[in-house]
């Protein structure tokens, strides 16, 4: 399909803006654009189904069932995304001032105090602008809870676990820390007297997702807790996958003392093709005096931005947040109120039930109800037929299901991550089911119909080491690249792909 | 209200296919130390007509730019987001995916990606760009970043100029950084080469606004040169909206080029969400955080596009990374993308004059009215600062009283402006209604 600028001729244009009678200063030669930037030149029509077209060439929950692993793919209510375009939020300036933003005010408190409930903590900024950001700033507090104390110096590690998200060693690195890996023990928990041994004076934290990567509720968080607690650390939870236990069991209570919340995960922000995300901070009441600025507070029966924190972080972001993304999950907490637990445990349940079903064609790692979603192993296939998770997530493709994330964790070799959400029908759940099913059968009778997967699709297989090793990326005009002449192999590589 | 499909059926079925009698026996790993034993303190459940009630009555005690005629900038402006832009978003198979893992279910969104690089490229004379950055304030860190790694230094330097949002962020990211930030005060209204050139000695980069927060146009090209003499890295922060009439940041030798997307494509939606852009010189196209869409060709020859150069990015490098991003600003960039194709090079030209004139139109009408300039010297693009004879603040309550919120009070971020007001002005606004600004702060 053409590129936009291979669609565009010179004339024409979208729309026509107001041209008041107001003459034009002159900008000085000297910061003048020399040459117009070749933006499409394309009327409104045009443009208009060009996106459409490409619309139709992407897969989104609309589309079909999409179990990506760890990335909580709900439903997402349209109610939200007509709530979020009232003028009185779309149209809001940052800078209104506050008796000329109460309604905004308001509703940013009270998620704040939603999420505060169902983290079990005691004080939340909803200002991180996604879940890796909202890490960073939970190691950030942590660096200045310590400097508050006079131990910054000395506590200067942090561990995670072998099953953790890439995002989680990532963010200990940006936010200037040193790195220890936990293992995982034969149960898929953390390794408890593997982490006696990595946990000591020198240590700030704990990062752990609870469950975890693997689907499981770790066994032993509470004696976890109390390893980090006794040295005087403090344990930070990633919540990607508190989409499990709402209302079931809290960060709070299990001992966190810092915990980030995907509010484009649990609370259904759309995720947009990559984002937006959310992901605020909710802390223990020790960790307040140090979350970014302004912070949203009620004072009598309004409510204002709170400037005066001499302890604070300072700002993780612009202003207060993204704004749109609090009024989708504020929409989504209201519409369950206390039922979120009932929509973890349908979660729990739909994840359980489809590995019941699939337990017996794949490898399971780890012999044990799940939680949220399940980690299978395609090992059998790719030693016995030759097909590996790559493989099998292609032809899922071909059934009509986006595929769940693959290669990941790294603990589970050729790892098929799969999390079906509580939106999910029974029947729904039946037909992967049964196409999981069938893509063994077909392993052991046709593994090139696998192996050629997808079919029907705009393209097959891509060339990826090409498009690295080449690295085309943007449109070069008329000097752009014809790659269509250079042979091509279907060289997909063998990582993570998603959470 | 709930989004579940399960019936009570149902649930039978699937409990005994997973042989369990209950839901509960499917937490039964959970210990019970850390069980939660009671219902969650959350307000009763609403069905879609009480929730939509419940927030109109929210959204009805903000006062937005259709129910005041506002002149509020300092970095979300009230640019006019034509109806194309909401449609293309609506498409669920845009709003319901996620990151294009998977390219062959993904071509939609990773052409779209590498439509949007290439605009941002052109906009900003750069090789290369990721596809968003969380805002205009945190791509400055991403810069600060790959500076501090591709030169070995540990210094940043950010104009005084600069929007405070975005200086403080990189402060905020600084310490686990491990980087020294270094401010270069602005001296009436703009920044001095000379200056710059000193406090750049041993800095990774410099981080400068065009624009500026003041909206006055620096001598940009002088600030790179002064950063090339002392082997920075130069940085330019600028407006997409602007890049129809100033020249573009690689031109004039910067290394990288970031912002605030907003201005083009996203409403103002109390500062988000929206995108920052980060576009750079080839030279740190390793190094660059974020997702990056390539193209390449199928086994069939046909051309398709896929996420590259991943051994960047923290899921494959983890610790080693070259940043921690994951969920990005997609959506946001591709409300931009439209934008931008919908003005065109035309449009786009023709948006910054407007702007252009209008600002200086309202510059003229208040300095007639006996308001002096801050910086009256200054060449302005859509914001400049006035002296209103008082403290802004008085002023702003005083113009909102006539309905009018006249812009920024100054002196919340910068020492001995107090008595000033920066005030924006975009295409949303007429002559007519600078002139009730006039009268409304002359009143």
New interface residues.
Partial sequence: ?K???EKSQPG?????????????????P?????R???????A?PE??R???K??????????GF?P?GS?T?????R?N?????????????????ED?????L??MWRLQE?LI??S?LDACSLQP?????G??TG??LM?AYFADRGEAERRDTIVTADTA???N?????????K?AKVRTDPRGNVDVAHLRELVDERTAGLMLTNPSTLG??D?H??EIAAIFHEVGALLYYDGANLNA??????PG???FDIVHI?L?KTFSQ?????????GPVVVRDTLEPFL?VPAVVKDGDGFRLDHDRPKS?????????????F?RS??Y???????????S??A???A??L???LKDAYDLPFE??C?HEFVLSARSLKREHGISALDV??RL?DYGF??P?IY?PLVVPEALMIEPT?????ETLDEFTDAMLAIVREAAEDPDVIKEA?HG????????V???K??????GFEEH?D????P???RQ?E????? | ??????TDR??E???A????SS?EE??????A????HR????????G?QE??R???????????????L?F?G???Y?H?V?A?V???L????????????????????L?????Y???I???TGM???N??G?????VAADAC?VAKHATGRSKVVVTEATNP??R??V???A????LEIVEVPHREGVTNPDELRRAAADAACVIFQQPNFFGC?E???DLAAAAHDAEAIPVAHVDLVS??????PG?YGCGMAIG?GQSAGN????????YGFLAARNDF?RRMPG????????????????L????R?????????T??????????A?AGL?H????????????G??C???C??AKRRLVAAGFELAFPER?TFKEFAVRVGRSAKDA??TA?SRGV?PG?ALGRDFAGLDDALLVAVT?QR??EDIDRLVEALAA
């Fill in positions: 399909m590129l936009i600028f024409r244009r979208g729309g026509e803006l107001p041209r008041p009678d107001v003459p034009t200063p002159e900008v000085p000297e910061l003048k654009r020399d117009p930037p070749r933006l499409p030149e394309l409104e443009i208009l060009h996106f459409t490409l619309s139709t060439r992407n897969f989104g929950i609309d589309t999409y990506l990335c793919m709900k439903y997402n209510p109610v995304e007509r709530l979020v375009m009232l003028p009185g939020f779309r149209d809001l300036h940052p800078y209104q001032d000329g933003s109460q309604g905004a308001e509703l939603a409930e169902v079990g602008a996604a879940g890796s950001q890490e960073l190691l950030m660096r998200h890439g995002t060693p990532a963010s200990v690195t940006m936010a200037g820390y790195l499981l509720f066994e968080i509470e236990v709402c209302g079931i069991s809290r209570d299990m001992g995907n484009h759309p995720h947009g093709g990559g984002g937006p995300g959310g970014p972080i300072g700002k993780v972001r612009g202003y207060t947040g993204p704004f749109g993304v009024v504020y929409a907490i209201r519409s369950y109120g206390p039922g979120l637990r009932e929509m445990e349908t729990v349940l739909n359980n039930y590995l019941a079903r044990r109800l939680m997530a292609k493709m986006h595929p994330t990941f509580e939106t999910e029908a029974k997808p699709r705009p393209v097959r297989r891509l060339d990826e090409k498009a690295a080449r690295a085309i990326v943007k449109y690249a790659l269509s002449a250079e091509a192999e279907a590589l990582a993570q792909k998603g959470a | 209200m709930s989004y579940l499909s399960l149902d649930r079925e699937m409990l296919a997973i042989g369990v839901v499917l937490f039964r790993d959970i210990p130390g850390v069980r939660f219902d969650l303190d959350l307000e009763p459940a609403l879609e929730l939509s419940h927030l109109e009555e929210l959204a009805a005690r903000n006062v937005d730019t259709t129910h005041e506002s509020l300092a970095g979300i009230d006019y034509p194309i909401d449609a293309v609506q498409r669920g198979e845009f709003l319901t995916a996620y990151t294009p893992y998977q390219p062959e279910l993904s071509q939609g969104v052409q779209a990606i590498f439509e690089q290439t605009a490229c052109e906009l090789d290369v760009s596809a968003s969380y805002d205009g304030t945190t970043y949002q975005v403080q962020v402060k905020t990211y310490p686990g950084f491990g146009l001598p940009a090209p890049l129809g009439v100033l020249e573009a031109v605030e409403y103002q939606s109390f500062a988000g969400p929206h196209i997702r990056i869409v390539g193209e390449t060709v199928d086994t069939a020859g046909e051309r398709g596009y896929v590259t150069l991943q051994t990015e923290q899921h494959i490098r983890r610790e080693k990374a940043s921690n991003i994951t969920t990005n600003q997609t959506l946001l591709l439209v931008l194709s919908w003005l065109g090079p035309e449009g786009l030209r023709e948006l004059e407007t252009m004139g209008l200086d139109y060449t702003v309550a909102r919120h920024y295409e007429s002559p």
